[in-house]
């Protein structure tokens, strides 16, 4: 089993910022990327930023020079460093994970989601 745990979310103001964490945990043998997505009301689901396997990072573009995705490879963490918010920003935030498990099957896992609300 592997879990996905967020925090961070909460109210901010417009301009504010907010940092999300999502640590992975369980019977994982590698983690393969990580990225952040966000869902607003009657929207899809989108990409807000992932890291890649070679260490790469990607963003939407939505959110360049405001946003930052981070790794802590030793604690299994992801982070998203949320700068400049906007009211546009406000959304559920879901963490995802590649996982490959103890038995080498790769699967990715989703965190439970953390609401980010952005006041005008």
């Known amino acids: 089993q592997v879990q996905l745990v967020e925090s961070g979310g909460g109210l901010v103001q417009t301009g504010g910022s907010l940092r999300l964490s999502c640590a992975a945990s369980?019977?994982?043998?590698?983690?393969?990327?990580m990225g952040w997505y966000r869902q607003a009301p009657g929207n899809q689901r989108e990409l807000v930023a992932a890291?890649?396997?070679?260490?790469?990072?990607n963003y939407a573009d939505s959110v360049k020079g405001r946003f930052t995705i981070s790794r802590d490879y030793a604690k299994n963490t992801v982070y998203l460093q949320m700068n400049g918010l906007k009211p546009e920003d406000t959304a559920v935030y879901y963490c995802?994970?590649?996982?490959?498990?103890?038995?080498?099957?790769?699967?990715?896992?989703w965190g439970q989601g953390t609401q980010v609300t952005v006041s005008s």
């Open positions: 995802k994970a590649s996982i490959t498990t103890m038995t080498r099957a790769r699967i990715d896992y």
């Open positions: 890291t890649t396997t070679g260490g790469g990072t």
């Open positions: 369980g019977l994982i043998f590698s983690i393969n990327n």
